[in-house]
């Protein structure tokens, strides 16, 4: 039992699982986020161009085999596809787009530091073997000859 129980302590505290949950309550906050968006300003956007950005009346009347007809309601799924829509180029352009380029801001500074001590660390190895190479063949080193033309 007690086996039982530290396993159960280390799967929770486990970084994985913490990092987990947080996402699920983020996402399910920033849902209300987006939807706020789309609803309170996309599609009234879209409503004040085109007419009223209601969908879900449009439907067809198909008669069944007993002379019935049967409402085939597809305004609701052209409401829900235009809602998808919406809701992902709104988290596209709001939020992938300036995460992606803060990623690149944050790394071209590093990157050129790395190349940077990539170049320096080359240089002095040149130096010491061009110096190893001077005392091989026994000529001295001068201040005048250590100048590099620029």
């Known amino acids: 039992m007690r086996n039982l129980l530290n396993g159960f302590k280390e799967f929770i ?3 994985n699982v913490l990092d987990l949950a ?3 309550v983020i996402g399910a906050a920033f849902s209300g986020v987006i939807s706020g968006l789309v609803d309170g300003f996309i599609m009234p956007f879209i409503g004040w161009l085109f007419g009223a950005p209601d969908f ?3 439907a067809f009347y198909v008669p ?5 007809e049967t409402k085939f309601q597809i305004g609701l799924f052209i409401q829900g596809l235009i809602m998808f829509l919406l809701i992902a180029s709104a988290i596209y352009f709001f939020v992938i787009i300036p995460v992606k380029k ?3 801001l944050r790394k071209k ?3 050129e530091e790395v190349v940077e001590e990539a170049l320096d660390e080359q240089t ?3 130096t010491e073997i061009r110096d190893l190479l001077r005392v ?5 080193s001068s201040p005048a000859s250590d100048a590099r033309p620029n």
């Open 109 to 111: 500074p590093v990157e």
């Open 13 to 15: 505290t486990r970084g």
């Open 22 to 24: 947080v996402a699920v």
């Open 102 to 104: 803060l990623s690149e």
């Open 136 to 140: 091989q063949a026994g000529v001295q």
């Open 124 to 126: 002095v190895l040149l």
């Open 56 to 58: 879900t009346e449009i």
């Open 64 to 68: 069944n085999w007993q002379g019935e």
